[in-house]
């Protein structure tokens, strides 16, 4: 790696809430030369909150694999790149994985800024169990889905899915099928001004969720087999 290279930071954005930016991950971005993102029309509006622009390049699931080593060059010349997602995070469930792991492996220097994350937010706010836990992210669509949501239900520590507005009375449905006792809690539009987290068995969520057509990004906590709240 020559001398001058630069770094790649991967700096977390606010979920819902724009005053949720970290002061210094503000401050990267605003030194950053150059700015990855998945959807340049949402990122902008996340930029203006700190009088950023005319930094962004698309990085997204669909171009990652060919935009790495164009990125590679740009940090061996000594550019400091900036990497963040739609909300939250980046790389948790969202593209990245590949190119930090580029980065790993030809000594280009990888920090940034930790900050929001929906999953680790719902969790602390969920009353659920949190000394043990596992993330699984989005679940498959179809094919594997009902072997993973079995094998979730046998995982002895307390599980934090995402789902989808599309998806999530389905979901409920299917715990309902196979673990009708089991709690559990929906948390939606998190620091959002509908902002809320539901409660109960998969049959009482499935009957607010229905009847109140809600909307958002939903992430679902279940916890451990026997586990009520008192």
């Given at each position: 790696?020559?001398?001058?290279?630069?770094?790649?930071?991967?700096?977390?954005?606010?979920?819902?809430?724009?005053?949720?930016?970290?002061?210094?991950?503000?401050?990267?971005?605003?030194?950053?030369?150059?700015?990855?993102?998945?959807?340049?029309?949402?990122s902008k509006r996340i930029l203006e909150k700190i009088g950023v622009k005319n930094k962004l390049m698309v990085f997204n699931a669909r171009n990652?694999?060919?935009?790495?080593?164009?990125?590679?060059?740009?940090?061996?010349?000594?550019?400091?790149?900036?990497?963040?997602?739609?909300?939250?995070?980046?790389?948790?469930?969202?593209?990245?994985?590949?190119?930090?792991?580029?980065?790993?492996?030809?000594?280009?220097?990888?920090?940034?800024?930790?900050?929001?994350?929906?999953?680790?937010?719902?969790?602390?706010?969920?009353?659920?169990?949190?000394?043990?836990?596992?993330?699984?992210?989005?679940?498959?669509?179809?094919?594997?889905?009902?072997?993973?949501?079995?094998?979730?239900?046998?995982?002895?520590?307390?599980?934090?899915?995402?789902?989808?507005?599309?998806?999530?009375?389905?979901?409920?449905?299917?715990?309902?099928?196979?673990?009708?006792?089991?709690?559990?809690?929906?948390?939606?539009?998190?620091?959002?001004?509908?902002?809320?987290?539901?409660?109960?068995?998969?049959?009482?969520?499935?009957?607010?969720?229905?009847?109140?057509?809600?909307?958002?990004?939903?992430?679902?906590?279940?916890?451990?087999?026997?586990?009520?709240?008192?």
């Amino acid at each position: 790696m020559e001398k001058d290279a630069g770094q790649l930071f991967v700096v977390a954005t606010p979920i819902g809430n724009l005053d949720d930016f970290t002061f210094r991950g503000a401050a990267i971005l605003k030194e950053a030369d150059l700015i990855l993102c998945e959807d340049t029309r949402i990122s902008k509006r996340i930029l203006e909150k700190i009088g950023v622009k005319n930094k962004l390049m698309v990085f997204n699931a669909r171009n990652e694999s060919r935009r790495i080593s164009e990125i590679l060059t740009k940090l061996k010349r000594g550019l400091k790149v900036a990497l963040i997602s739609d909300a939250g995070t980046p790389a948790i469930s969202d593209p990245g994985v590949r190119l930090i792991n580029a980065c790993q492996l030809q000594g280009i220097p990888v920090s940034g800024t930790p900050g929001a994350s929906a999953a680790i937010f719902a969790l602390s706010i969920s009353g659920i169990p949190t000394d043990s836990f596992v993330f699984e992210g989005f679940l498959p669509n179809k094919k594997g889905r009902q072997k993973k949501i079995t094998e979730i239900l046998l995982e002895k520590r307390t599980v934090v899915i995402y789902e989808s507005v599309y998806r999530i009375i389905k979901l409920l449905e299917e715990l309902k099928e196979k673990a009708p006792e089991r709690f559990v809690a929906v948390a939606r539009e998190l620091t959002k001004k509908f902002e809320e987290v539901k409660r109960g068995k998969p049959a009482e969520l499935i009957d607010y969720f229905a009847k109140n057509k809600v909307k958002g990004e939903f992430v679902v906590i279940i916890a451990p087999e026997g586990w009520q709240p008192k």
